[in-house]
């Protein structure tokens, strides 16, 4: 199979290099613990970031920004309606928006308001392979799975089936990360084994998959931004000699990430794909 040239670490350095010059304005309704991280995430790269999530004005925020993310890691019932707000002005505008399930499968209030929002109509949905597993099985389209020591291959049936019943990218991040369709499935390998020890890098990460989609097509963009950050994260983690540096370490390194800082640290590789 020859390799699909919107799947590779150039067409990634191109998104990168879109994005940048763009610098879009990046909405975030994200959990408490994930705000500061993910605003320095996407300033560090090359987005604008806002977190509005007041039900007043949601509506005239996302007509004016380029991407939004939904995080459900702090709920509320005040956060849910501007949730909904959100995301229905953002698909009437065409705005791409991401869902990030947080914590999918802990508890039904959770799991039932994910379920709703995977069928609102997200661009994508990025989650852990205990939440892809949960929010497909809870939402009809997959086993349902709680172990949060799952892998991302062991979520991969589950992504693709949630995918297909959504519309939705679906990104599973793990040792490997995975991007799928439904159809089309890409391997992303990067980051480091610290990364999960330092609260909110998951959340950030989906803040910057939402700028890529702000000027790429959901599933390049969750391809490109995947492996800069992972190559970005890898690169930081040779820095450090544990987790609590490591958000600073991750800023700088998405400051200065160029090609060559995402041939070395990450691969991209295709791994499923029909009709080609």
Known sequence: MSPNPSFTIEAATDALHAMRAAR????????????????????????SPAMVHATEEVDD???????????????????????????KRAVALGKPWLLDPVGCGATKFRTDFAVEMSRAGPSIIRGNASEIMSLAGAAGAGGKGVDSTASSDAALEAGKALALASGAVVAITGETDYVTDGTTVVAITGGSPLMPLSTALGCALSATVAAFAAVCPPFEAAVAAIAVYGAAGAAAATRVTGPGHLPAELCDALYVVDADMIARYATIRVVDEVNV
């Open 24 to 47: 879009p304005l990046v909405q975030n309704i994200t959990n408490y613990v994930a705000m500061t991280i993910s605003a320095n995430v996407l300033l560090a790269v090359g987005a």
């Open 61 to 87: 925020f996302v007509a004016i920004s380029n991407a939004l993310v939904i995080n459900i890691g702090t709920l509320s019932p005040t956060w849910i309606e501007g949730m909904q707000r959100a995301a």
